[in-house]
Nanobody, 119 residues
């Protein structure tokens, strides 16, 4: 069994910062890629940032230069600076990994954490 537990969401004013964290635990042999997605009301879930084992990062154009994704083994963080109202969404952690129970690949999601940017 694999679990992803997120923390760090909240309510902030425009221009402020938040740091999200996500810790993966359970029957994990190896995590290949960890990522953050977000979903705003009435919109599709979208990729915010991703970081594979190599450490090379990918960002959505709307967050590039403001958000930073980082990783240490089975934990991933998302540092969000200069937040805007349009960043308001539920943020989800995602992990593409190999399970240690059967050495098969799996894709797992956290429960989501709300980020609200409002004055």
């Amino acid at each position: 069994q694999v679990q992803l537990v997120e923390s760090g969401g909240g309510l902030v004013q425009p221009g402020e910062s938040l740091r999200l964290s996500c810790a993966a635990s359970g029957t994990i042999f190896r995590i290949n890629t960890m990522a953050w997605y977000r979903q705003a009301p009435g919109r599709q879930r979208e990729l915010v940032a991703a970081i594979p084992r190599s450490g090379s990062t990918t960002y959505a154009g709307s967050v590039k230069g403001r958000f930073t994704i980082s990783r240490d083994r089975n934990t991933v963080w998302l540092q969000m600076n200069s937040l805007k109202p349009e960043d308001t969404a539920v943020y989800y952690c995602n992990a593409a990994l190999i399970r240690s129970s059967d050495y098969n690949a799996g894709n797992y999601w956290g429960q989501g954490t709300q980020v609200t940017v409002s004055s």
